[in-house]
T-cell receptor, first 117, second 109 residues
Framework: GAVVSQHPSRVICKSGTSVKIECRSL??????MFWYRQFPKKSLMLMAT?????????EQGVEKDKFLINHASLTLSTLTVTSAHPEDSSFYIC?????????????FGNGTRLTVT | QKEVEQNSGPLSVPEGAIASLNCTYS??????FFWYRQYSGKSPELIMF????GDKEDGRFTAQLNKASQYVSLLIRDSQPSDSATYLC?????????FGTGTRLLVSP
């Protein structure tokens, strides 16, 4: 159980275009999902917390107008990278907890490798 | 001081040996502790979690927690080459989950 699906797994786009990444909880409902970003050989950095039915909470330094998050249902959150630039190239990973509790582990999607040319 | 600290490694052990991975954290109010394994180019996968002081065993893995020392560790017995990966320690208080930078483990045949 606690499967998180992320799509697409890999995307290459041209500078200036927008890219949408989907994150779905397949066998549970997630009122909260988390979006992480990981550069090569670096740790995961939390970008934002996606809250179902309300605005996302962004971490300091993350541009909310550039990384649009929508959590329209209990099983789907989307991250849209708007006007992507080469420096946005990274590994984006979503995660969710089976239960909304501090002691509930996060389960991760398979990640999306974004390359902006 | 970083919130969650890990030695980046690499930690090299021979096949069959015990690998010991360590993690310290700064927030004394932290409630839950997780170990994730991440293969190169893949997303993290949960190995173990621990909430109470002491040891927790699951197969070849043992997590150890000492809240007084703000220290959590992961032991891998009978290490296999397939265990070669980066191991991420994650700590959660009442809010977000904070990850360490990970320790790279290399198990040689």
């Amino acid at each position: 159980g606690a499967v998180v699906s992320q799509h697409p797994s890999r995307v290459i786009c041209k500078s200036g275009t927008s890219v949408k990444i989907e994150c779905r909880s397949l066998d549970f409902q997630a009122t909260t999902m988390f979006w992480y970003r990981q550069f090569p050989k670096k740790s995961l950095m939390l970008m934002a917390t996606s809250n179902e039915g309300s605005k996302a909470t962004y971490e300091q330094g993350v541009e909310k107008d550039k990384f649009l998050i929508n959590h329209a249902s209990l099983t789907l959150s989307t991250l849209t990278v708007t006007s992507a630039h080469p420096e946005d190239s990274s590994f984006y990973i979503c995660s969710a907890s089976y239960r909304d509790s501090y002691n509930s582990p996060l389960h991760f999607g398979n990640g999306t490798r974004l390359t902006v040319t | 001081q970083k919130e969650v600290e890990q030695n980046s490694g690499p930690l090299s052990v021979p096949e069959g040996a015990i690998a010991s991975l360590n993690c310290t954290y700064s927030d004394r109010g932290s409630q839950s502790f997780f170990w994730y394994r991440q293969y190169s180019g893949k997303s993290p996968e949960l190995i173990m979690f621990i909430y109470s002081n002491g040891d927790k065993e699951d197969g070849r893995f043992t997590a150890q927690l000492n809240k007084a020392s703000q220290y959590v560790s992961l032991l891998i017995r009978d290490s296999q080459p397939s265990d070669s990966a980066t191991y991420l320690c994650a700590v959660r208080g009442f809010q977000k989950l904070v990850f360490g930078t990970g320790t790279r483990l290399l198990v040689s045949p």
